[in-house]
């Protein structure tokens, strides 16, 4: 191969690669604006008649209740490992009481909420993209809209305020038995006296620590009831097309979950210190 077409090969592929990254980026952005625009119509039609209260409770069931044996389960055993880790930390400088006070306030604050929102956008988010997803690939949405009835009024408004409110309900659930999780690893494995262990939490936490995290997962529950509803709606053909959506359901919350956090935090930082 001579140097003139050696040139033009490297020419063609960097357009190529080039033309990929355009590409990618202008999908996203439309995503993006998709996703805004379905977030935005749910909050309007939100306070307006009918208010479907059964499909709500419902949700409420699927999204809250049968969510709580994972809520806990993981909340449980990551206050287990906190408390753990943070008194082996603390030990060497004979501060390992205060493993209390250090890891309530980490678990209310960032880990108890955050964890619990990643890991319910796994269940929450794939169960709405894949109901809606075979909704779409069985028709059952274009014969909603023929007889007279708004998808986004009948399928996302119930999901969005079901996770609105469970999200944070389940949290407070997490938070504590997390806390308790932890206590029970710093009496009996850390050998803290429980009365130590008691005075040191509570002169650590504070309400404000629970609302500051409880607040994020009012955004969070909203977060994956829209983007589970989006990607169940722009769902493709087949059983593949519900798959695909499934899976880009789960990580495009857990992905957002984690980027909302940040500034959140930065948010709730200047009011509630």
Same mark, same amino acid.
């Given at each position: ?15 190529? $690669? ?32 009918? $208010? ?49 006070? #250090? ?63 469970? $999200? ?15 206590? #029970? ?69 857990? #992905? ?5 956090? $940040? ?11």
């Amino acid at each position: 191969m001579n140097k003139k077409s050696l040139d033009c090969t490297l020419e063609q592929q960097a357009d190529t $690669f080039l033309s990929r990254i355009g590409r990618q980026t202008v999908d996203t952005f439309e995503a993006a604006g998709r996703m805004f625009y379905l977030f935005v119509r749910t909050i309007q039609l939100t306070f307006r008649p009918p $208010f479907r209260i059964r499909l709500t409770v419902d949700q409420m069931i699927q999204i809250g209740i049968m969510s709580i044996p994972i809520a806990l389960l993981t909340s449980a055993f990551t206050g287990m490992v906190l408390v753990l880790q943070t008194g082996m930390q603390l030990k060497p400088l004979g501060m390992k009481v205060y493993a209390s006070g #250090i890891s309530a306030i980490s678990f209310a604050r960032e880990i108890g909420p955050v964890l619990t929102s990643v890991v319910l956008a796994g269940r929450v988010a794939a169960g709405i993209a894949a109901e809606i997803g075979t909704m779409k690939v069985t028709e059952q949405i274009d014969a909603m809209k023929t007889l007279g009835t708004d998808p986004v009024d009948y399928l996302v408004v119930p999901r969005f305020i079901a996770a609105t409110i469970m $999200f944070p309900a389940l949290a407070v659930l997490a938070i504590g038995v997390g806390i308790g999780g932890g206590y #029970i690893v710093g009496i009996t494995v850390l050998n803290i006296p429980y009365g130590q262990y008691d005075a040191n939490m509570w002169s650590f936490l504070r309400f404000e620590d629970y609302l500051s995290g409880l607040i994020k997962t009012i955004f969070f529950g909203m977060i994956v009831a829209i983007v589970g509803c989006q990607k169940g709606f722009e769902t493709g053909f087949g059983a593949q097309g519900v798959g695909e959506s499934t899976t880009s359901a789960v990580v495009t919350s857990s #992905i957002l979950i984690l980027v909302a956090n $940040f500034f959140l935090t930065s948010w709730i930082i200047q009011i509630i210190p």
